[in-house]
């Protein structure tokens, strides 16, 4: 498989790599009882149950996680979740087939509160896209004193995100939540995703519930955590 090479490292400097410096996208063939498929968690938390139709999971493509990305960002993340501020990073990924394989996660600079994370300087995240043609497939951010959820202004976020890509990821980590230390969600399509579309409000507020019943956001059916998957992450925050 072709390797990804970075033409301008000034731009992105690989602070860390899983699980080895050499970059590359796949170093084996995935053998499948390593790959492990994200299920619903819908029992355990009400908030995120998910009425996802299989055909329309079943059109959705599949996204490959690096099973080292969530404890990698949580590290990277650690001294700001000490200090109760959240931390963002983006997913970037190339497209092979009818899957994504999510091979660099990217963590700007930032602004951050308790409860909220706004990336800076995002023309720094564009041109890393750019150079390594990576798709953004999704985002991840902490909840450093909260539960495991999706606020309004995470709702907003991942509408930017899904409306490009439809298989896009938000990924919340809540390393305090005892019952749900993560989780992957997307917005229900077509109903959140036209809630979302209609909505004008900035900052947090309430969003009406489809009239149907069914959830504003669901569990994600299509992620799978890939232990063959190589990952990079940059770190631009220093």
């Not at 890393?128 to 606020?151: D, R, Y």
Request: net charge negative; hydrophobic share 30%.
């Amino acid at each position: 498989m072709n390797k990804i090479g970075l033409t301008q490292p000034n731009l992105c400097k690989v602070t860390h790599s899983y699980p080895s410096p050499v970059i590359s996208c796949i170093h084996k063939d995935p053998h499948a009882s390593e790959v492990s498929r994200i299920t619903s968690l819908s029992s355990v938390n009400r908030h995120t149950k998910s009425f996802v139709d299989e055909s329309t999971s079943n059109a959705l493509k599949d996204v490959h996680i690096s099973t080292q990305l969530l404890d990698g960002f949580l590290d990277l993340a650690k001294d700001n979740t000490s200090r109760d501020l959240e931390t963002c990073g983006v997913l970037g990924a190339f497209l092979k087939g009818r899957t994504y394989y999510v091979t660099t996660l990217i963590i700007p600079k930032q602004d951050s509160t308790s409860s909220s994370c706004q990336a800076i300087n995002e023309e720094e995240i564009f041109a890393i896209q750019n150079e390594q043609s990576l798709i953004p497939v999704g985002w991840i951010h902490t909840h450093p004193s909260q539960s495991c959820f999706m606020s309004s202004v995470d709702l907003h976020t991942q509408y930017s995100y899904q409306v490009m890509v439809p298989e896009a990821v938000a990924i919340v980590m809540a390393p305090t939540d005892t019952s749900r230390s993560h989780g992957f969600f997307r917005l229900s399509d077509p109903d959140g995703m036209n809630i979302l579309r209609e909505c004008q409000q900035t900052g947090f507020h309430t969003h009406k519930e489809p009239v149907n019943g069914i959830s504003i956001y669901e569990d994600c059916s299509s992620i799978y955590l890939n232990p063959n998957l190589r990952l990079e992450i940059c770190d631009l925050r220093h």
